[in-house]
């Protein structure tokens, strides 16, 4: 096996280089459980970080909100084909027929067609998950369900909605009885009343003058499901090995695990494919079932599964190029455990053209896009008052034969594409999983 200790020294090299503050890192071997940490929970208040701080983990809550959902259907209290109005009669969407037509099969693989990327509240009552469902009906319906994938946070408030209704309590509650407890993952949080007692990473945004601690929170309750756990190392790594097997019949059996990570949806860029919800890809031959999260650029995360190994690796960061630092963190598994080393193919790139410049809508931001496809994210004012951050400019490419698009300046692999309607149009910018609807 790999020396551990070249990890740590990459952990702890990187991490000061990217301005990270900490992070914790878990990984999982030849049935041996290893973690490593480096740096500070927080600037303000430096405490080191170990393999039981807690780290918001945001989206990778969504393969426990899916858990908890196939429990349900195993038990058959639910249908993973039925529609969504059987379970939540009145629910209503902008698009009458998409309402009617939407199941939960659409719902778990990101296939609702409905904008995906929607305003929180700022209510931490029992009532505030069905409040917002209520307004789901000013949705814009952007493809009809089953059509398209596209990343979609609110399909997964939905989600949690169903949860609440079928098992009859709230969602954090339903899912620390179905999954959290019967994994052990004692150390897994949904509020910050019970977080703020117990040692825990705040969130940072990177200045010229070095990362500064970001006074907010993240979530409100009605984003539970779709991000919302606060959860250690330790804990995640429990979670990696039920889902690798290393784990009885609760919350869900053998089959339902693997139903979970097969293919249920084909997508391009920049996965081969979506499960039930996880996202798939492949390295070197081997398979990847993974997800990750972002609390508003301030506190990101990955969770990569290679099933065929018995392998997990899971990193929590507590700034933006925490993003950059797991990727590092993953390849360098990847290739010194599992011998899956990334082989960088440059692709072949062709002049950008103007058919593709516009301004491109995905809800709580646009993309401008400009004649050379260097596309900036322009989030609304209002979410940059509330002191969310941005993301950097991108400068993109075309890849010859298609409309495909990657990253001008490391153009080894397809990150996105333009798709087109039936007139031939350029009508949606598909990057980082989501459709953007062209308005301009």
């Known amino acids: 096996m790999a020396d551990l200790n070249h990890l740590q020294s990459l952990l702890d090299n990187e991490a000061e280089s990217l301005h990270v503050p900490g992070a914790a890192v878990g990984v999982l071997f030849d049935g041996a459980e290893h973690v490593l940490t480096t740096g500070v929970t927080s600037v303000d208040a430096p ?31 639910l249908d993973l084909d039925g529609r969504v109005r059987q379970y939540l009669p009145g629910f209503r969407l902008a698009d ?24 929180d509240g700022d209510s931490w009552d029992t009532s505030a998950l069905a409040a917002s469902i209520r307004t789901y009906d000013r949705l814009p319906q952007l493809f009809p369900p089953g059509a398209l994938a596209s990343y979609n946070n609110a399909g997964f408030r939905l989600l949690g909605r169903i949860i609440e209704v ?37 969130g940072h945004a990177v200045r010229e003058e070095g ?18 756990l606060v959860s250690s190392v330790r804990d995640q790594l429990r979670y990696a090995a039920f889902h690798l097997g290393a784990g009885g019949e609760e919350p869900v059996g053998a089959a339902t695990r693997e139903l979970m990570q097969r293919q ?28 990750g999260g972002n609390i508003g650029n301030l506190q990101l995360s990955t969770f990569v599964l290679a099933p065929e190994h018995g392998f997990a690796v899971t990193t929590l960061t507590n700034s933006a190029p925490g993003k950059v630092l797991a990727k590092l963190v993953t ?18 790139l062709r002049d950008p053209a103007p058919e593709y410049a516009g301004s491109y809508d995905a809800g709580q931001w646009t993309f401008e896009v400009d004649k050379d496809l260097t596309a900036r994210f322009v989030l609304r004012p209002d979410l940059v ?34 798709l087109r309607d039936d007139a031939g149009d350029i009508a949606f910018l598909h990057l980082g999983g989501r459709a953007a609807r062209r308005i301009r």
């Open 96 to 119: 009458e027929q998409a309402a009617d037509r939407l199941t939960v099969r659409h719902l778990l693989t990101h296939t609702g067609g409905f904008l995906g990327d929607i305003d």
């Open 264 to 291: 249920h949806v084909e997508v391009g860029v920049p996965w081969t494919g979506i499960g039930l919800p996880w996202l798939l890809e492949e390295q070197a031959g081997v398979r990847l079932v993974s997800h």
């Open 47 to 77: 405490a080191p970080v170990t393999g039981d701080t807690l780290f918001q983990i945001g989206s990778t809550t969504k393969t426990v909100t899916a858990t908890a959902i196939m429990h349900l259907v195993e038990r058959g209290r």
């Open 331 to 348: 390849d360098w598994c990847l290739e010194h455990l599992l011998d899956a080393k990334p082989q960088p193919v440059r692709l072949t």
């Open 385 to 418: 008052a509330a002191g969310v951050e941005g993301m950097p400019d991108m400068s993109l490419a075309l890849v010859e034969g298609g409309d495909d698009v990657t990253i001008a300046t490391d153009p080894v692999r397809a990150v996105g594409r333009f």
């Open 166 to 202: 079928v098992y009859g309590e709230p969602y954090e509650s339903a899912v620390r009885r179905i999954v959290l407890e019967p994994l052990g993952m004692n150390d897994s949080f949904f509020f910050p009343w019970e977080v703020a007692t117990r040692p825990h990473a705040v």
């Open 211 to 228: 990362p500064q601690v970001a006074h907010t929170w993240g979530l409100f309750r009605e984003g539970m499901a779709e991000g919302g």
